[in-house]
């Protein structure tokens, strides 16, 4: 065991948790002038730091970040990763996500950097409440190049947790899984898990007895900026009678966020990210505002990242977290950054058309569309499917966010097919013609 993977125990993971900051701040500095000499290795960032005329190991303070370029997902389509025959002989894992030109990005993991994820998990699902011996159904898969997945298992697995891996799909075998094995947490996309309660239910199944105490949701949003729960969230705990916690990672970032037991924000893991909130203008945002999240990851070997854009929308709060831990958290996802809209002076996001919707329960699908209109304001037209009164839905947005867009209803085959056009692995929500 070398130097790196003793720190990755929950001893020490809740310890620097618990630290005040100056000494979090300690052991980060010294991961950070790591991290980037580390980087420093790539191509890539050699060229940045020469032209800037950076050296790591020069690095005295963590606000010196802040000087260093961007790393933005276009710069990972254009050939950012160009790894010599030595370096790939290093990689344990391959795995996929979804690039700006629809080509994949592949992120490799070393053994290390996969050890890290695990460790990165195991505090998460600590953090919610899931201990040693707990049983989990994990119905995220672990294949088709997914690091998800096998990041929350190897995770689990480290926690003494003992994982049941359903993967998605086939409700009557996630019930027959629930019945025999009893698991008390469930890992899922909330859609999914929603539906799963809901089959269950009409199937004589009783979701609220089925001994479930926590739910751990991924990828869809579940809470509003100020920790509401959203009306699929209000479902899903509802209709399995246990509370949940979210979380919140990408695959290039090889971290993830995750809610502790108090729900308010996903905690910043001190030791193996480091957190920033920007401005359009790049420049940094105080706690609390809003602005797209930028991730340096520490400890990385594979495809070490620094201030990497992810598109996304949220704000960081530095109050302490009743839970005892001390680390900044990062609140819910309000947006992607590509999707904003300038709708009649105000900001929107598509997010947060879809969360007032999903308040009206004959809503069975809906995208939305974007052209652009005159005086650089963005014409939106909201395209719902299923039996529903315009009139029912416009006030609804209206009252919510204070716009009226254009509306379009349709079947609910219709606006299925639609988005499901393009054959893209997840249906389309967003239909940008700007
Ligand atoms: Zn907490």
Redesign the pocket.
């Known amino acids: 065991m070398n130097e790196m993977t003793q720190r990755y125990t929950l001893a020490h993971g809740q310890a620097l948790r618990r630290a005040e900051a100056p000494a979090r701040e300690e052991v980060q500095l010294a991961l950070l002038q790591d991290h980037l000499q580390q980087a420093g290795r790539m191509p890539f960032y050699a060229q940045r730091f020469k032209e800037l005329g950076f050296r790591p190991e020069e690095l005295r303070t963590l606000s010196e970040l802040a000087g260093l370029p961007l790393t933005s997902r276009r710069d990972l389509d254009e050939g950012f990763a160009s790894f010599s025959r030595e370096e790939q002989s290093s990689f344990a894992d391959i795995a996929l996500t979804s690039g700006t030109t629809g080509e994949p990005v592949v992120v490799p993991y070393t053994d290390l950097d996969l050890q890290r994820l695990a460790y990165n998990e195991m505090m998460a699902f600590y953090?919610a409440g899931v201990r040693g011996g707990d049983r989990v159904l994990l119905t995220v898969t672990l294949d088709r190049c997914f690091i998800a997945g096998l990041a929350y298992y190897s995770g689990l697995v480290r926690l003494g947790a003992t994982v049941i891996r359903s993967g998605a799909g086939q409700p009557a075998r996630q019930w027959h899984l629930i019945k025999t094995l009893q698991p008390r947490f469930l890992v899922g996309v909330p859609t999914f898990l929603l539906n799963l309660a809901q089959w269950g239910a009409a199937n004589g199944m009783h979701p609220r007895q089925a001994g479930i105490t926590g739910i751990i949701t991924i990828g869809e949003p579940t809470r509003r900026a100020d920790f509401s729960l959203t009306p699929l969230g209000e479902r899903l705990t509802e209709s399995w009678g246990a509370p949940l916690c979210s979380s919140y990672g990408a695959t290039e970032l090889e971290t993830a966020f995750g809610?502790?037991?108090?729900r308010?924000?996903g905690?910043v893991h001190p030791e193996l990210m480091l957190v920033e909130i920007i401005d359009e203008e790049g420049r940094l945002l105080p706690a609390g505002e809003p602005g797209e999240v930028v991730v340096t990851p520490l400890g990385v070997e594979g495809m070490p990242l620094v201030r990497f854009q992810t598109g996304d929308v949220a704000r960081l709060h530095e109050a302490p977290?009743?839970?005892?831990?001390q680390?900044p958290?990062l609140g819910p996802i309000e947006g992607r950054l590509a999707q904003r809209l300038k709708y009649r002076g105000t900001t929107l996001y598509p997010e947060m058309i879809f969360h007032a919707l999903q308040e009206i329960h004959a809503v069975q699908a809906a995208y939305v569309e974007v052209r652009a209109g005159f005086d650089l304001a963005d014409e939106v037209t909201v395209v719902v499917g299923g039996e529903v009164r315009p009139a029912q839905v416009l006030d609804l947005l209206q009252a919510k966010l204070r716009v009226r867009p254009a509306l379009v209803i349709k079947s609910h085959q219709e606006v299925v097919m639609a988005m499901e056009q393009g054959g893209g692995h997840k249906p389309r929500k967003f239909f940008d013609y700007r």
């Open positions: 953090g809610e502790c037991a108090q308010r924000g905690h977290c009743p839970c005892g831990w680390t958290r």
